[in-house]
C-alpha cells in the first residue's frame, strides 16, 4: 500500500463495498481524487474508471436493484486487494508501453495490410530500371 497514509493511519480510498450475492462484490471508491469501481466475482477482481463501468453495466442497473443493507464501508481487507489491482494495473501499463506511432503511420501500416490481404504482395521490382 502507499506509504504515506500508512504513516498517518488514513485510508488512501473512500469509498464503499456493495454486496451483490455471495460472489459479487462492488466497490465505488475515490483513490487520490479519482473515482473507481472495483468489481470482485467469484474471487477474480477488475478495475473500472466508474464511466466505463456504468456504461458496460446498463447505466448501473445492478445498483438499482440492491438492498441498502448490502452497503458497508472498506474494510482494510479491501482496500488491500483494491490496491493490489491498481498496483497490478499499473506494472501491466508500464510492461506493454509502446512508443507513441503518429497516426499517420498507423494508417498507413493499416492500409499497406489492408491491400496485402486484397491483392496479394507487392510484385518485386526489377533492378534494372529499362527492364
Not at 35 to 57: C, D, I, K, M, Q
Not at 82 to 93: C, F, P, S, V
Amino acid at each position: 500500500m502507499n506509504t504515506k497514509y500508512e504513516q498517518n493511519g488514513t485510508s488512501p480510498l473512500n469509498g464503499n463495498l456493495l454486496r451483490i450475492g455471495e460472489r459479487r462484490e462492488i466497490a465505488i471508491y475515490l483513490r487520490d481524487g479519482t473515482p473507481w469501481v472495483a468489481e470482485f466475482n467469484g474471487g477474480r477482481g477488475e478495475l473500472f474508471a466508474v464511466s466505463a463501468w456504468f456504461y458496460l453495466n446498463q447505466g448501473g442497473r445492478v445498483l438499482r436493484r440492491m438492498d441498502l443493507d448490502s452497503i458497508a464501508p472498506l474494510s482494510q481487507d479491501v482496500v488491500q486487494r483494491i490496491e493490489r489491482l491498481h498496483r497490478r494495473t499499473e506494472r501491466r501499463n508500464d510492461v506493454h508501453a509502446a512508443p507513441r506511432v503518429p497516426a499517420a503511420a498507423r494508417l498507413r501500416e493499416k492500409l499497406a495490410r489492408l491491400s496485402r490481404s486484397l491483392f496479394g504482395p507487392r510484385p518485386a521490382r526489377p533492378l534494372d530500371p529499362a527492364m
